[in-house]
């Protein structure tokens, strides 16, 4: 391997030597969608004649052909902010529409390239689309320049130290990632100096249907539905800005003795502080978010080694998705999925669809969902809650209807990170108690979050004027009440699609049967432990008894 090549990175494929000029180098973007800490995008631009940076349409790619709006908006304000930078450069960012494979072949002959480099995207469901490119590059004698950035560790790495396998745990997880050490820092910001940049002539750009501009939301085929209306902004200027609020949070929570602040405090009223969509899309680096934390402590303890990952542990259940999945093209469904527990779920449209549009009868699952509408992002404690109740806690229905749900909305959907939490929260995997002790009532845990009912308020406007004492269980309140905050229960607002208590205990039940059925059958199933359920779960730790 190349002395220069970062630590974990994986062989290239024909790897150019150092005396060699490239002709023409590519920097596919796919996500990691920014400038800074982009490794792959330093290999592009060294040693060679020509420099392109490339996106490509090609329908999958960042989830565009199973997503709703507000992501394809993220996406088209991202790479907007993409093409600025580079023309502030001398350079843009070139937009096609198509197959990798035949865009890469017609630049290779037309414009010479004879280079490609991209970050790694480690889940599974992007090894066709690299795999063709990898085996075009051979066929055609390219190179081709894959580096790990996407994740704090190489997730094929930890599969190796764990004996082939990735680990089941999240314990397990931290115990593999140490013996790979820290994460690498950042690597420096590009010097374009002494790029040059290609150009692609107006007839080569007729031949591939360069884009003129990126292309919107509307010129892709997706049309804003009633009431979408993002919050977060997309693009590394603004991902970066947004780090420096996020970083000022955890420095106060640090002064005042505690870590982990969105945890500690779920917010849901508050400004819109998450890195989730900035993380998935890659305009922020994950390392850039790990050390940055990481210093932050450090200054405020002077030189005190912080307490190893727990200050950004929920990166950590990030990494552990990733690498999960990241040899399981099966891990987003039940069938063929091997970590997958068979639970013989109920089929119900009707109640799907009351879950997925807000008309449960729940104000706090509602309110989820119903902002998961418009924003296209819910905190994680919402997440739960209606994942919990959609699954194993109330509707009894698969995983895996809500996690469509959850692609095509949310702006930070992520096809291992979604897929494994589903999988966790439905205990379909990862989570070996099964006996839903901490199973989430979709009253209490709203209230315990946010009791004042202002977040139901904000996004369920029929129960705005519905006072504190009945805002998380309306159908309590007396008929003259109702009456006069002008919300009649199965009129203005709809009667529980099930009842809580009933269907809790049955569910509970099902899930015992299956649990001692599955201590006969399926050891693999594996345990985390009560510890990690309630920090998975963010719950104040006031609110650890008697959840349901
Ligand atoms: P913070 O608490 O500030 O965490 C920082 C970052 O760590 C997040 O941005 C995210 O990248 C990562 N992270 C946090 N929690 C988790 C977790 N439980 N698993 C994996 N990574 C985590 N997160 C996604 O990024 N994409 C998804 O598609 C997604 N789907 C989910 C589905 C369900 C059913 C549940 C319960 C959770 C899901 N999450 C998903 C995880 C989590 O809810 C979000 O990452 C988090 O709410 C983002 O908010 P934040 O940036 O403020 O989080
Ligand atoms: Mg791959």
Known sequence: MDPDTPPGAPEDFAPATREKMIKASVHWFRHGLRLHDNPALLESIKDTEKFYAVFIHDGHTAGTNITGYNRLNFLTETLNSLDEQLREVGSQLFVFKGNPTEIFRILHKEAGITRITCEQDCEAIWNKRDGDVRNLCQELGMDFVERISHTLWDPFKIIENNGGQPPLTYEMFLQVAQTLGLPPRPCPDPDWSNVLFGEISDELAAKLKLCPHVPKPEELGCTKKNGECPVYVGGEHPALLHLADRLRVEEEAFQDGYILPNQVNPDLLGPPMSMSAALRFGCLSV??????????????????????????????????????????????????????????????????????????????????????????????????????????????????????????????????????????????????????????????????????????????????????????????????????VKCIIGRDYPERIVIHEEVSRINRKMMKEISLKLKREMPHCCPSNPDEIKKFLRLPTTCYHNVC
Not at 310 to 323: G, H, K
Not at 345 to 363: C, I, M, N, Q, V
Not at 445 to 463: K, Q
Request: net charge neutral.
């Open 287 to 484: 390392r850039k978010f790990y050390w940055d934390i990481q210093d932050v402590y450090v200054k405020m303890y002077e030189g005190e080694s912080p307490p190893s990952h727990s200050l950004t542990a929920q990166l950590i259940w990030r990494e552990y998705f990733y690498c999960m999945s990241a040899n399981n093209p099966k891990f987003d469904q039940m069938k063929e999925n091997p970590i997958c527990i068979d639970i013989p779920w109920y089929d119900s449209k009707e109640k799907l669809s009351a879950w997925e549009e807000g008309r449960t009868g729940y104000p706090f699952i509602d309110a989820c969902m119903r902002q998961l509408h418009k924003e296209g992002w819910i905190h994680h404690v919402c997440r739960t809650a209606v994942a919990c109740f959609l699954t194993r806690g109330d509707l009894w229905i698969s995983w895996e209807a809500g996690l469509k749900v959850f692609y095509k909305y949310l702006i930070d959907a992520d096809w291992s990170v979604s897929a494994g939490n589903w999988m966790w929260v439905s205990s379909s995997a990862f989570e070996r108690q099964l006996d839903c002790s901490t199973c989430i009532c979709p009253v209490n845990y709203g209230r315990r979050v946010e009791p004042t009912g202002d977040y139901i308020r904000r996004y369920v406007p029929e129960l705005a004027s519905m006072p504190q004492e009945y805002i998380f269980e309306p159908w309590k309140a007396p008929r003259k009440l109702q009456k006069k």
